[in-house]
């Protein structure tokens, strides 16, 4: 299928940057959001995006101009009746995507293809909840999405060809690379990486080290650009929680079991950058 017209589903972090590449590719963008001042907040905070590339003369004004203005806003799911490619990247609760994607059965076109960025749930739980289960695939895009040059193509038992080339296409058409990967918690990155997070909790819990000298070490003896705290912050402490309990709940191996200060974080409201406060301050 040709792909011209992408549809989002969600006006966070994750939804701002897949529309902020999609548009930078090309593609017409209709971003759906459930109140219109966040769909304008969205578009604001791209714009903003996009005036410090041009302070860095990686953009042109022009340039800018152009991506806005493939940029659309609407709070109807019917406005994504044309889209080619639908993408849900709404909050990790299972019950809201599952009638997210009964209703956007009923919108989207027979041929439309409907992505799922989960990290945590199975795509084959929202892909039953349609009609046609063999076009729904997952697009695990990465934060930033539109920076970071990976997306985890994930594949269900449903999927068809088509639907896998299709969203593999889009992926290559935003200038990024897709790896296929069987619909299993965590994909790829997050099965090695949340290992590795969890034991960083851990070496700090026993008082191997500081927080600050453990993300010192990984950065300098590993070559990472930061350490696990700092990225733990990142990617917010409330999605690691979920992450965490998806993997634990599939494998359950004791790597993927939540360290309990995390769950504290959380309560607390430190939730990473996002909230201002995490492992550390922001702001």
Same mark, same amino acid.
């Given at each position: 299928? #040709?792909?011209?017209?992408?549809?989002?589903?969600?006006? !966070?972090?994750?939804?701002?940057?897949?529309?902020?590449?999609? %548009?930078?590719?090309?593609?017409?963008?209709?971003? $759906?959001?459930?109140?219109?001042?966040?769909?304008?907040?969205?578009?604001?905070?791209?714009?903003?995006?996009?005036? $410090?590339?041009?302070?860095?003369?990686?953009?042109?004004?022009?340039?800018?101009?152009?991506?806005?203005?493939?940029? @659309?806003?609407?709070?109807?799911?019917? *406005?994504?009746?044309?889209?080619?490619?639908?993408?849900?990247?709404?909050?990790?609760?299972?019950?809201?995507?599952? =009638? &997210?994607?009964?209703?956007?059965?009923?919108?989207?076109?027979?041929?439309?293809?409907? #992505?799922?960025?989960?990290?945590?749930?199975?795509?084959?739980?929202?892909?039953? =909840? &349609?009609?046609?289960?063999?076009?729904?695939?997952?697009?695990h895009f990465f934060n930033p %999405?539109?920076?970071?040059? &990976?997306?985890?193509?994930?594949?269900?038992?449903? %999927?068809?060809? =088509?639907?896998?080339?299709?969203?593999?296409?889009?992926?290559?058409?935003?200038?990024?690379?897709?790896?296929?990967?069987?619909?299993?918690?965590?994909?790829?990155?997050?099965?090695?990486?949340?290992?590795?997070?969890?034991? %960083?909790?851990?070496?700090?819990?026993?008082?191997?080290? @500081?927080?600050?000298?453990? *993300?010192?070490?990984?950065?300098?003896?590993?070559?990472?650009?930061m350490g696990p705290f700092q990225?733990? *912050?990142?990617? !917010?402490? *409330?999605?690691?929680? #979920?992450?965490?309990?998806? &993997?634990?709940?599939?494998?359950?191996?004791?790597?993927?079991?939540?360290?309990?200060?995390?769950?504290?974080?959380?309560? #607390?409201?430190?939730?990473?950058?996002?909230?201002?406060? !995490?492992f550390y301050t922001y702001g």
């Amino acid at each position: 299928m #040709a792909i011209e017209r992408v549809g989002i589903v969600g006006t !966070g972090t994750m939804g701002s940057g897949i529309a902020e590449a999609s %548009a930078r590719a090309g593609y017409q963008v209709v971003i $759906r959001s459930r109140q219109e001042h966040s769909g304008k907040a969205l578009v604001a905070g791209i714009e903003a995006s996009l005036g $410090r590339q041009i302070d860095k003369g990686k953009l042109t004004p022009e340039e800018r101009d152009s991506i806005v203005a493939r940029l @659309a806003t609407t709070t109807a799911l019917r *406005d994504l009746a044309d889209c080619d490619v639908v993408i849900e990247a709404i909050p990790e609760h299972l019950p809201t995507k599952l =009638e &997210l994607f009964r209703d956007l059965d009923h919108v989207c076109r027979d041929d439309a293809v409907l #992505a799922t960025n989960t990290s945590t749930f199975s795509i084959i739980d929202m892909a039953m =909840e &349609l009609g046609r289960p063999e076009r729904v695939v997952g697009t695990h895009f990465f934060n930033p %999405a539109q920076i970071m040059p &990976l997306v985890e193509v994930g594949r269900p038992l449903t %999927a068809s060809d =088509e639907a896998i080339g299709t969203i593999t296409a889009y992926v290559e058409g935003l200038g990024k690379k897709a790896v296929i990967v069987r619909d299993t918690a965590g994909f790829i990155v997050n099965n090695l990486l949340f290992g590795y997070l969890g034991n %960083a909790v851990r070496l700090l819990d026993t008082g191997t080290a @500081a927080m600050e000298d453990i *993300d010192k070490a990984m950065r300098g003896g590993c070559n990472f650009p930061m350490g696990p705290f700092q990225l733990f *912050d990142l990617i !917010g402490i *409330d999605v690691c929680v #979920a992450v965490f309990d998806a &993997l634990y709940e599939e494998f359950r191996e004791q790597q993927f079991a939540c360290p309990p200060m995390l769950r504290r974080m959380v309560t #607390a409201g430190f939730h990473g950058r996002k909230t201002g406060r !995490g492992f550390y301050t922001y702001g």
